[in-house]
């Protein structure tokens, strides 16, 4: 039998949970998309480990499956003749919004190593955004049924996650500095667009995304247990 | 043979999902792990993956339609075969597949307060808990939720026909000191699962004495310290279960659950600890209690404790257990074998702290002595690992380093 101390140190010991975060920078949405799907494949079978992918995206609607399009305001027509992507996509929530200003995150993670429990992670999300708001002196928080985080009765995150066996892609739209007239070419997860607010605005100065990029990384570290998230050139 | 396809339970607290839209039609064949219908909870969209090869012969759930967790959306199976067997037991839900999430075990809830709602306040509750109300004549408005903000759940509606069948006493409220304690609601639970637990898990005990001489001396040491620091100081409780969650994440061989017909090596340490209620006790649960630090170990299990006394745990906080800790030191209990909880595979029992003379480097000391039982099920964990762990949480609490 080991002594005690040899005992207390290997109970010291373990496999450290690693992040990888892939910084994309302004890329577009389809693009990212397909980089998603990529990384869901590889996260499936173990090649690669849990990884975030942060980005900006030009200005493109995207709606999921979940409802009809009556959440469109603009027709997807309308929409390209004012220099706006849209896609239909395989995606939990419902029509949203994405242009530069607004920091998206798609954690691309295995949640058997999350306590295999999407609902869990996806109040893991909302719970690292309110904490990164916080600093910011934002008194934020997540409202039961109404999935994203909301400051009084106003939105400025939004939340849709798809799941393929365990493994978690899409994810959250922080809305930075985001131009908030630009919602209104849909009605936001069902909701008016009028609903929809920014850190920027709330501070009422202008707010770089890279500000709140580095807490909110540092929030969703705390959040998951990871011990360490390193940075990977995309 | 056909095989059902269940509305999946993605987590704890999912109750039901919605379908979006089936990826495949009624006699199209289908390629075991290809998507069959793509479902919707909350903000999430998941696609549910064929378990076997086969025909969809079924499709009993339409698009857009809402189901709870657990109950079928569509039959499997070769072409010709009889679906309809399966879908015959109406209310019953078929046991998840093992890929899938285990739904929630049914776990003690502590009588709920009684309801305060203002007028005309919506009334939260599941959409389970909502139809077996309506089945039953029962008057949910009236109900107390004992879910996520005073969310009625089933369990609720269920004391609620319990107490109804209960005779004209319940009906008339009586409230006085029981002669009797019918065996109904909390302590039905707890009645099923002790019984159930008593006669199928092959019970081994371990006993050790740890010597928690200085850890004693540490608590002493830096009590006000940790008051400052995190506004609280942790208990004996606390430190027990940090060094706990710690040596079950070295050892995780003892970290395990028994599911279907394997003994799975979980992940995850997911600590539950016993909450004495004054009517019953419930296990709550601390989930990943090896990442936690002291103060949050500290601080969760407090605001646990609080919610299970006001009847506010949610089943997130009450299942998904992976091994038990039962202090019962406080009420001067010095050693015990307490009840392994199944799934699970062991359970620490803890007593009291006693000044006891100890044979120490050839000489007579008095030392902080406390009594560690493990009870193991060794249907699923053989002696020597059991041993080893035991060791080893013995060892932990001896050289508590990982506590300054």
Known sequence: MDTGWAEGARVAARPLRRCRVLDLGLAPYGETLRRQEALVADRLVGRVPDTLILVEHPPVVTLGRAKAPTNLVLSPEALRARGIEFFEISRGGDATYHAPGQLVGYPIFDLRDHGRDVLRFCRGLEHSLIGALAEFGVEAAAVPGKAGVWVDRKKIASLGVSLRRWVTFHGFALNISTDLAGFQVIRPCGEEAGVMTSLAALLGRPVAVGEAKGRVLERLMRTFGFDEMAAVSP | ?404
């Open chain 2, 1 to 404: 043979m056909a095989t059902r396809i269940d509305m999946p339970q993605l987590g704890l607290t999912m109750e039901a999902g919605t379908v979006l839209k089936w990826l495949k039609a009624e006699g199209e064949a289908v390629e075991k792990g290809q998507p069959i219908v793509l479902i919707q909870t909350d903000k999430v969209e998941y696609e549910v993956e064929s378990p076997e090869s086969g025909t969809l012969l079924k499709i009993v759930a339409a698009e857009g339609a809402e189901l709870p967790v657990g109950k079928p959306m569509g039959v499997l199976g070769k072409p010709g075969e009889d679906a309809a067997a399966l879908l015959g037991s109406a209310g019953a839900t078929q046991p998840a597949p093992s890929s899938q999430p285990q739904a929630a075990q049914p776990a003690p809830a502590a009588p709920a307060p009684a309801p305060v709602r203002a007028a005309g306040e919506r009334v939260k509750i599941s959409p389970v808990a909502k139809k077996l109300a309506q089945e039953h004549g029962i008057d949910f408005a009236a109900l107390a939720g004992s879910g996520p903000e005073g969310r009625i759940v089933r369990e609720d509606v269920e004391r609620a026909i319990a107490a109804r069948q209960g005779g004209p006493r319940a009906a008339r409220g009586e409230t006085a000191t029981p002669e009797t304690i019918p065996l109904t609601g909390i302590r039905k639970v707890i009645f099923d699962r002790m019984g159930q637990s008593w006669r199928e898990v092959a019970r081994v005990t371990m006993f050790a004495e740890a010597d928690v001489t200085a850890l004693v001396r540490l608590r002493q040491a830096k009590g006000a310290e940790w008051e400052r620091r995190f506004g609280l100081k942790p208990s004996f409780s606390d430190l027990i279960h940090m060094a706990v969650a710690r040596t079950l994440r070295a050892e995780p061989r003892i970290n395990c659950r028994l599911e279907g017909q394997s003994v799975r090596i979980c992940r995850e340490v997911n600590l539950a600890f016993a909450v004495d209620l004054g009517e019953g006790l419930v296990a709550a649960v601390i989930r990943d209690a090896d990442a936690r630090s002291l103060p949050e170990l500290a601080r969760t299990a407090r605001e646990l404790a609080e919610r299970a006394r006001s009847g506010r745990l949610s089943p997130d906080d009450m299942a998904g257990a992976t091994f038990t800790v039962s202090n019962l030191g406080g009420l001067g209990v010095e050693g015990f074998t307490p009840i392994v909880n199944p799934p699970e595979a062991g359970i620490l029992g803890v007593g009291k702290i006693q000044e006891k003379p100890v044979v120490k480097d050839g000489g007579i000391h008095i030392c902080s002595m406390l009594t560690l039982s493990l009870v193991f099920d060794h249907r699923l964990i053989d002696g020597a690992p059991a041993a080893k762990f035991l060791a080893a949480v013995k060892a932990c609490l001896e050289q508590p380093t990982w506590a300054e």
